[in-house]
């Protein structure tokens, strides 16, 4: 049987993975997510939020590991940097070289990211 936050968060999971925006919360406000690697749902995200493409988006994790992708380039005393800053409010800019859609980095060369504690 379900909890009822078990069923939230499959509700959730299944929106994401079908191209949907969910809204979650952050240590300051609640925020917009979705897919990052699908362009129709990031597209929608930005519609949503009137936010023009070339600013960027914040990727936002859960978990640290999630972000292994983009921090692995990174010199180990700023990785432990930000592995000690976070899960919190803490955004950090990082190279994406190219390791996300246009659409999350904008006109950067870096893309924001951040590991919430919620």
């Known amino acids: 049987m379900f909890s009822p936050a078990s069923f939230r968060m499959r509700l959730c999971a299944n929106v994401v993975a079908g191209g ?3 809204a ?3 240590e300051a406000v609640w925020g917009l997510s979705c897919d990052p690697f699908s362009e129709s749902a990031v597209q929608r995200l930005l ?3 009137d936010r023009p493409a070339h600013k960027g988006l ?6 640290e ?4 992708f983009l921090l692995e380039d990174l010199p180990q005393t700023l990785r432990r940097k930000l592995s000690v800053s976070w899960p919190g409010p803490n955004t950090w800019l ?12 904008g006109r950067f060369e870096s893309v924001a990211v951040r590991v919430s504690g919620h």
């Open 65 to 68: 590991s999630q972000l292994d």
């Open 94 to 105: 990082v190279p994406h070289h190219g390791r996300v859609p246009a659409l999350v980095h």
């Open 58 to 63: 914040i990727l936002v994790a859960g978990d």
């Open 47 to 49: 519609d949503l939020k």
């Open 24 to 26: 979650c919360p952050t």
């Open 20 to 22: 949907g925006v969910i």
